[in-house]
Nanobody, 117 residues
Framework: QVQLVESGGGLVQPGESLRLSCAAS????????IAWYRQTPGKQRELVALIGSGGSTNYTNSVKGRFTISRDNAKNTVYLQMNSLKPEDTADYYC???????????WGQGTQVTVSS
């Protein structure tokens, strides 16, 4: 059974930091592209950052220079370090595991991030 479990969300003030974690089980983690998406009510889910099996990364423009995605294959975990948080970063953040060969996708349950003074 595949499980992706996100953690690390919370309420912070603008300018502060959070680190999200996504712990995976039931997959050969090192072969998967892992991504963080976020969603706010009434809007489509938005890709925030992704990291490939080889470690290559990509970010949406609005978080470049502030967010860093990384992975620890020994722990089957991906991290999203979020610095200089802004109110517009407020959203539910979801972890996605994508297997490029078969296009299988798995999702976590989400973790809420609220940036507010």
């Amino acid at each position: 059974q595949v499980q992706l479990v996100e953690s690390g969300g919370g309420l912070v003030q603008p300018g502060e930091s959070l680190r999200l974690s996504c712990a995976a089980s039931g997959i050969t983690f090192r072969l998967y592209t892992i991504a963080w998406y976020r969603q706010t009510p009434g809007k489509q889910r938005e890709l925030v950052a992704l990291i490939g099996s080889g470690g290559s990364t990509n970010y949406t423009n609005s978080v470049k220079g502030r967010f860093t995605i990384s992975r620890d294959n020994a722990k089957n975990t991906v991290y999203l370090q979020m610095n200089s948080l802004k109110p517009e970063d407020t959203a539910d953040y979801y972890c996605n595991a994508h297997f490029p060969i078969t296009s299988h996708d798995y999702w976590g349950q989400g973790t809420q991030v609220t940036v507010s003074s």
